[in-house]
């Protein structure tokens, strides 16, 4: 009953090379995030989907591509690997929250891809 | 036990004690506040949420405060446990800008035995 889901959770490549991470969610959200993490934990956000639409994109170099097929998957790929890329990347959800509800755009994280470039 | 905030990144509190976690946000637009929990590990979890049109909202063990006035927030947790050894998260966001959340540079609570 995973919520929100990555493969791989390790991913260790050599500089130059190309890797593509998963993102899965089963929670009917409609929006979908990318985000990094790095050494000293701190949280960069770099994409973000809406119903398949891009409508956050962070400076972010145009190595790193998103690709959503459907609202339930938002997937990042990555082209030529360099070392500054090792961190945590994190996939996130959420769904809009309802005016006077009191809810707010909760987003809830995937447990981590740790990627390592050697 | 209690940290003033991004100067002070690490918190250390006796088992049974309460925890003050302090945040400092920066967008005055800002209309909805969250704190997440990340174990070492895994990915940040989902703990309270506020939005700006509420100063205090309580869960299980844990309160938010909100000052809007000086941009200030907080998560209170009584009776600090040992699962409790996180780093603590808060998050800025604004409804009107594309749903983006802004996180806090975190703080390293570990409880003491």
């Known amino acids: 009953d995973t919520a929100v889901s990555q493969t791989p959770k390790y991913l260790v490549t050599q500089m130059g090379n190309d890797k593509s991470i998963k993102c899965e969610q089963n929670?009917?959200?409609?929006?979908m995030y990318w985000y990094k993490q790095d050494s000293k934990k701190f949280l960069k956000i770099m994409f973000s989907?809406?119903?398949?639409?891009?409508?956050i994109n962070e400076t972010v170099p145009n190595r790193f591509s998103p690709k959503s097929p459907d609202k339930a998957h938002l997937n990042l790929h990555i082209n030529s690997l360099e070392l500054g890329d090792s961190a945590v990347y994190f996939c996130?959800?959420?769904?809009?929250?309802?005016?006077?509800?009191?809810?707010?755009?909760?987003?809830?994280f995937g447990p981590g891809t740790r990627l390592t470039v050697l | 036990g209690e940290n003033v905030g991004l100067h002070l990144p690490t918190l250390s509190v006796q088992e049974g004690d309460n925890s003050i976690i302090n945040c400092a946000y920066s967008?005055?637009?800002?209309?909805?506040f969250i704190w997440y929990k990340q174990e070492s590990g895994k990915g940040p979890q989902f703990i309270i949420d506020?939005?700006?049109?509420?100063d205090k909202r309580q869960g299980q063990r844990v309160t938010v405060l909100l000052n809007k006035t000086v941009k200030h927030l907080s998560l209170q947790i009584a009776a600090t446990q040992p699962g409790d050894s996180a780093v603590y998260f808060c998050?800025?966001?604004?409804?009107?800008?594309?749903?983006?959340?802004?996180f806090g540079s975190g703080t390293q609570l570990t409880v003491l035995p």
């Open positions: 967008n005055s637009a800002s209309d909805y």
């Open positions: 506020i939005r700006s049109n509420m």
């Open positions: 929670l009917g959200h409609d929006t």
């Open positions: 998050a800025e966001g604004d409804s009107g800008s594309a749903r983006q959340l802004t």
């Open positions: 989907y809406n119903n398949k639409e891009l409508i």
């Open positions: 996130a959800s959420s769904q809009e929250g309802s005016v006077g509800t009191g809810s707010t755009d909760t987003q809830y």
